[in-house]
């Protein structure tokens, strides 16, 4: 039952985001004169699996339950490839599953999950939330790929009452 829950909490999060850009990330049905690789060409997606490394910057932080005890840490962010997806498949609405090392801690909180979900939103910008099975204390993340560095990003944490956001850099790990 708990598992389910969290499913339908994960759903619910992914909806409210997808919605909250004004229906933006809705797909308009194919033409079925069409073959699938020039719908998803017209697309123009990235794709966000592997390992990205770099750091997240505090900006502000207000109301939290700890005082910050540093400006800038150190992040891992890892998101899976879409099921069968290939890049001829994705599209907006292909949600990669993910995990996440962040210590937010040092911001002055913590999350609950190293949980993440990330989705590209063109071909130059990428999303993501981090903790997404909570109805509170998600971290999402907005960012502008460049190459294989996600550049200009910032992040966002809101709870009641207080909340913290900042900036941060990513590029793709290289394979070990």
Not at 35 to 56: H, K, M, Y
Not at 110 to 120: D, M
């Amino acid at each position: 039952m708990a598992l389910r829950f969290r499913w339908i909490r994960l759903v619910t999060v992914v909806c409210a985001l997808v919605a909250g850009r004004g229906g933006s990330l809705a797909q308009t049905p194919p033409n079925p004169l069409s073959s699938p690789r020039t719908d998803s060409a017209a697309v123009g997606v990235f794709d966000i699996s592997g390992v990205w490394e770099g750091t997240f910057t505090l900006d502000s932080a207000w109301q939290l339950p700890q005082r910050a005890t540093a400006r800038a840490v150190r992040a891992r962010v890892q998101f899976s490839p879409v099921g069968d997806a290939t890049p001829a498949t994705s599209s907006p609405r292909s949600v990669h599953a993910g995990t996440f090392a962040i210590d937010f801690s040092r911001f002055g909180f913590t999350l609950s999950t190293s949980e993440a979900l990330g989705w590209s939103t063109s071909p130059d910008s990428l999303r993501a939330v981090l903790n997404p099975t909570v109805d509170h204390g998600v971290v999402e993340l907005h960012g502008r790929i460049a190459g294989s560095v996600i550049a200009e990003g910032t992040w966002r944490y809101n709870t009641d009452p207080g909340g913290a956001r900042g900036t941060f850099r990513l590029q793709r790990a290289r394979e070990r």
